[in-house]
């Protein structure tokens, strides 16, 4: 790659020439490369991630689509997770990353949706829906950062597909920070929800 002054004898430039350099800004440079096919741009694998990310995309869209819908509290909940991965990561992404990352384990997609959350004295009780795959064992993580959720109790299906955590012992007029993480079947180990937070008192 080579910076430019003034290429094609202009402040600036863009596209291909002759397929055989590309003009183009970088990091508010002008700078040019040589023209670059791909030897084989739909090898297996590639088809194969292609696949994952178009059934990832589409298990996001289900979850927006089902009732009770995957709905702006959650989405700001994985949102908040996506801040604790990497700060320009959208909740979009994160949630569709982590799809792709349990479908190249083969594991099973989950997608955390109809968050309810209902602060009383000295404890949040947090109620949370799986989308796709159902977990059999639940564990919420919960503390007062959203980087150190250090303490855990274990969430209780009630009613069958609805997963509740009764978070007790709290301190009232504190944050707190909580997320869903399924513990079994291996299948949805690793689909945890987002990242949601409620202030604990009556």
């Known amino acids: 790659m080579a910076k430019l002054k003034a290429p094609l004898m202009s402040l600036g430039a863009s596209g291909q020439l002759g397929k055989a350099l590309v003009f183009f800004p970088w990091k508010g440079l002008n700078v040019v490369r040589e023209h670059v096919v791909p030897a084989n741009p739909k090898t297996t694998l590639q088809t194969a991630q292609r696949a994952r990310l178009t059934a990832a995309v589409l298990d996001v869209h289900q979850a927006q689509g089902t009732s009770p819908p995957l709905d702006a509290t959650d989405v700001t909940a994985y949102a908040l997770l996506a801040s604790t991965i990497k700060a320009a990561t959208t909740w979009f992404n994160t949630l ?20 309810t959350i209902t602060p009383a004295a000295n404890q949040i009780t947090f109620v949370l829906l799986p989308t796709h795959t159902s977990p059999t064992t639940v564990t919420c993580k919960y503390g007062t950062s959203k980087t150190a959720l250090v303490n855990s109790v274990a969430a209780a299906e009630a009613p069958a597909g609805t997963w509740t955590a009764v978070i007790a012992g709290l301190t009232d007029d ?29």
């Open 96 to 115: 569709v990353k982590q799809l792709i990352e349990q479908a190249i384990a083969g594991l099973d997609p989950v997608v955390w949706r109809a968050s």
């Open 174 to 202: 504190v944050k707190y920070y909580f997320q869903m993480k399924p513990t079994a079947p291996a299948g949805v180990v690793g689909a945890n929800s987002g990242i949601y937070h409620a202030v604990a008192g009556a």
